[in-house]
């Protein structure tokens, strides 16, 4: 069965590094997420990106943050400067389409622990 | 805007008895609503979704889930529940007509009694 694939599952960086997460969302599918939850909490939205470009983002999503699907199958979460605050495990989601289609299949996530 | 509710935080159960998860939801437009179980350390698991048909929807593991539009709940229900059951259960809803984001609600942590 096709699934969303994640990695590293687990990355541990100093406070200030640059993080790259990585995601090969199911080939077929046409939109993107990616979500976090820090631990013991709910699972926030982070961005959707759809036909190459972002579709939408929160709040949480700022200037350090970026996306990009640099071939086609990967897609990439960039933290630029990690702080304390962004330990989290980060979740890459991806859907066939939209209405019907459109139900989102997750990884199984990428656990970030900044020091 | 969005919104989802859930308000168990946690809730114990013993094994075999029944089990309802409380969800309400909050959206202007046809909702399209979730179910996802995770699992201690894991990822997030679809149980079931609903966007349009019957209002009472079939899922995995037994589960099922009856949507009330007048009283904007998603309630998830399971008849007998089994010590595997333990887990984070989330209700998330979404907009049906365009590739909008998913709204997950805060969690029910449950727990299984033997």
């Known amino acids: 069965e096709p699934e969303v694939t994640q990695t590293p599952s687990h990355q541990v960086t100093q406070m200030g590094q640059e993080v790259i997460l990585r995601c090969v969302p199911i080939?077929?599918?046409?939109?993107f997420y990616w979500y976090r939850q820090i631990l013991g909490q709910k699972v926030e939205f982070l961005v959707s990106?759809?036909?190459?470009?972002?579709?939408?983002k929160s709040e949480i999503f700022d200037d350090q943050f970026s996306v990009e699907r640099p071939d086609g199958s990967n897609f990439t979460l960039k933290i630029r400067s990690t702080k304390l605050e962004d330990s989290a495990m980060y979740f890459c989601?991806?859907?066939?389409?939209?209405?019907?289609?459109?139900?989102?299949?997750f990884g199984e996530g990428s656990r970030l622990t900044v020091l | 805007a969005q919104s989802v509710t859930q308000p168990d935080i946690h809730i114990t159960v013993s094994e075999g008895a029944s089990l309802e998860l409380r969800c309400n939801y909050s959206?202007?437009?046809?909702?399209?609503l979730f179910w996802y179980v995770q699992s201690p350390g894991q990822g997030l698991q679809l149980l079931l979704k609903?966007?349009?048909?019957?209002?009472l929807v079939q899922g995995i593991k037994g589960f099922e889930a009856e949507f009330k539009r007048s009283q904007s709940s998603f309630n998830l229900r399971k008849p007998s529940v089994h010590w595997s059951d333990a887990a984070e259960y989330f209700c998330?809803?979404?907009?049906?007509?365009?590739?909008?984001?998913?709204?997950f609600g805060p969690g029910t942590s449950l727990s299984v009694i033997p």
């Open positions: 080939s077929n599918h046409l939109y």
């Open positions: 998330a809803v979404g907009a049906l007509a365009s590739y909008d984001k998913v709204i």
């Open positions: 609903y966007f349009s048909g019957d209002t």
């Open positions: 989601a991806s859907s066939p389409g939209q209405g019907a289609d459109r139900e989102l299949f």
């Open positions: 990106f759809y036909n190459n470009e972002i579709s939408e």
């Open positions: 959206y202007g437009a046809t909702p399209y």
